[in-house]
């Protein structure tokens, strides 16, 4: 089989590996992919990501299966596109993909359907956004309604932050397009988990839970990021919970988009918040979260190429997962600065080191080659994962690949899965 694999982050490394494990031994192709990705898939460069050049990246490579890996695409009709053209795709229309490309139509599917009962409100005006969130009250929850690269939400006590990250969007246009349009929420206290599951617009099948990090420091203080660090599996969210979820949640999900005419066929991502009231959403993604999937995908037992290739060809009905028992904690390597202006072409060392530790892996997301040296090129530089028999000893692992990296500025967070693990510990 033949795998084209589209985007070049670090989900798309842990993907890009997970395919070239695959039993089918998948021919898997990458673009624009990265040079980590490089070691498992071939590489095809290009400049962008709109439909019409993964339509004609397609055409050259002529693979068995699409896997789109990134948002923008999806929502751009990268789907749409490759499907017109006959490719077998893991990945939704952009009518579907709107579930993540609008949080004001994601919670409107949500109403219609009864799902996770959420106060909220959309708005262009920033008078009438400040209002509804007086309204509601502290902890403010607002999010620019399109894609903004997982730095488009703030969640904060302080009214006048509130303010400045309405006016941001709404009047400043921090995030163009995506933001002249703000959603303000109800704050959803509980533990956070991420629950993704394979669908064919039909079916469905979960992945074991997982559980991210979205503050850049530890203490889950500053700003959002896309993201620092996840692990699975998660100890408050065990199987009674995930199977709660499924059935609340992503079951009711995919049967109203299905009615609606946009089935979805792909990872369908739920971030989740545990509350006293059930499990209630915080936020749907079109495709595998990242770092989650750098947490899963070393978990994953059962062949990626052939459970996507099921989705696209609408034949998911009867698969079962497989993982393996052990823990993964994953650990993002960030350049200094980040999610902020932050300084690239930083040479990196000790990526070799960290990969030869025993049940660890590097992930490559913002890497780059510079006469024949990897260098920075992003903000999230490297994920680095590790399997142990718990939770600690993953997260030593972790930390000790983590270890072995060094460039100039480099940050990350000390605390990855620390709580997770003295939970488990204490439940021994």
């Given amino acids: 089989m033949k795998v084209l694999l589209v985007g070049s982050g670090g989900r798309e490394s842990a993907l890009a590996w997970a395919l070239a494990e695959s039993s089918s031994a998948p021919d898997v192709v990458a673009a624009p992919g990265n040079p980590g990705i490089a070691e498992v898939a071939a590489i095809e460069p290009v400049s962008d990501l709109d439909p019409s050049t993964v339509l004609a990246v397609a055409g050259r490579v002529r693979p068995d299966l699409v896997v789109v890996g990134p948002e923008a695409p999806l929502v751009a009709g990268a789907g749409d596109a490759l499907r017109e053209e006959g490719f077998a795709v893991f990945g939704p229309d952009a009518g579907a993909a709107r579930i993540e490309g609008s949080k004001s139509y994601a919670r409107e599917l949500m109403d219609a359907a009864g799902i996770s009962p959420t106060r909220w409100g959309s708005f262009t005006s920033f008078d009438h956004a400040v209002a509804f969130a007086d309204e509601l009250g502290p902890p403010y929850v607002v999010k620019a309604d399109g894609l903004a690269a ?14 400045d990250a309405i006016a941001s969007a709404v ?23 991420s629950l993704i599951a394979f669908s064919d617009g039909v079916h469905l099948v979960a992945c074991e839970p997982a559980q991210d990090f979205k503050r850049v420091e530890d203490g889950d203080r500053g700003p959002n990021t896309g993201g620092m660090g996840s692990y699975s599996p998660v100890p408050v969210c065990p199987p009674g919970e995930a199977d709660r979820i499924v059935e609340e949640v992503l079951r009711p999900t995919i049967e109203a988009m299905g009615r609606g005419g946009t089935p979805f066929a792909g990872a369908l991502y739920a971030g989740l918040a545990l509350t006293d009231r059930g499990p209630r959403v915080i936020e749907f993604n079109a495709r595998f979260g990242d770092p989650e999937t750098q947490a899963l995908m070393p978990r994953l037992r059962s062949d990626l190429a052939e459970v996507c290739l099921a989705c696209a060809r609408g034949d998911l009905a009867g698969t079962k997962l497989d993982w393996r028992p052990e823990s993964c904690v994953t650990v993002v390597v960030a350049s200094g600065g980040y999610p902020g202006p932050h300084d690239v072409g930083l040479p990196i060392e000790g990526i070799e080191e960290a990969a030869s530790l ?3 892996r590097v992930f490559h997301s913002g890497v780059a080659l510079e006469n024949g040296r990897m260098v920075t090129s992003g903000g999230r ?7 142990g028999p718990s939770l600690a000893a993953a997260r030593a692992a972790a930390y000790r690949g983590v270890s072995k990296i060094s460039f100039p500025n480099m940050r990350f967070r000390t605390d990855i899965a620390a709580r997770a693990a003295s939970i488990e510990g204490s439940s021994e």
């Fill in 150 to 163: 997982g730095k488009g939400v703030v969640v904060t006590s302080d009214r006048a932050e509130a303010r």
């Fill in 171 to 193: 009047l400043e246009r921090r995030f163009g397009a995506a933001g002249q349009r703000v959603v303000i929420e109800e704050f959803l206290n509980g533990e956070e988990v």
């Fill in 358 to 360: 025993a049940d660890v």
């Fill in 381 to 387: 530089v490297l994920s680095i994962s590790a399997l």
